[in-house]
């Protein structure tokens, strides 16, 4: 993880702190169980290959399924957040995610990642707001 924004303490900075955490690592159990029972993913927000009809990921179980989708067709994911703005029960992180893919090649998806949480602290709602066809231009090869 590439984390140049600030650290400070905040519930929903925590819990994404741990999603990222949980993502670079492919801990897929660990990262479920960091949502709601009724928490919902929109990744990316809207239509996408990802979620044709554009109404998210719902549950645990969706958002497992969304694991199964998305998350686990790479073979590893980084992080970088360059900002980071936490209000009331949310925070949204302002970077890129870089996406490897198993045969090397890799993309970037540039965005703003929102998270919000509730009381206890597990995520209600992940939207990541990033334009799919614009990632899919920064696509590069493996490198030698």
Known sequence: MHWTATREAHPARDAALASVHAVERGAKDEWVALFAPDAVVEDPVGTSPFDPEGRGHHGREGIAAFWDTAIAQASHIEFHIRDSFAAGHE??????????????????????????????????????????????????????
Do not use: K
């Open 91 to 144: 925070v949204a992180n302002v970077g890129f995610i870089r996406t490897f893919l198993p045969d090397g090649s890799s993309m970037d998806a540039e965005g703003v990642f929102v998270y919000s949480v509730g009381e206890d602290g597990l995520l209600r709602s992940m939207r990541a707001f990033w334009e799919f066809e614009r990632a899919m231009t920064t696509m590069r090869p493996a490198e030698p």
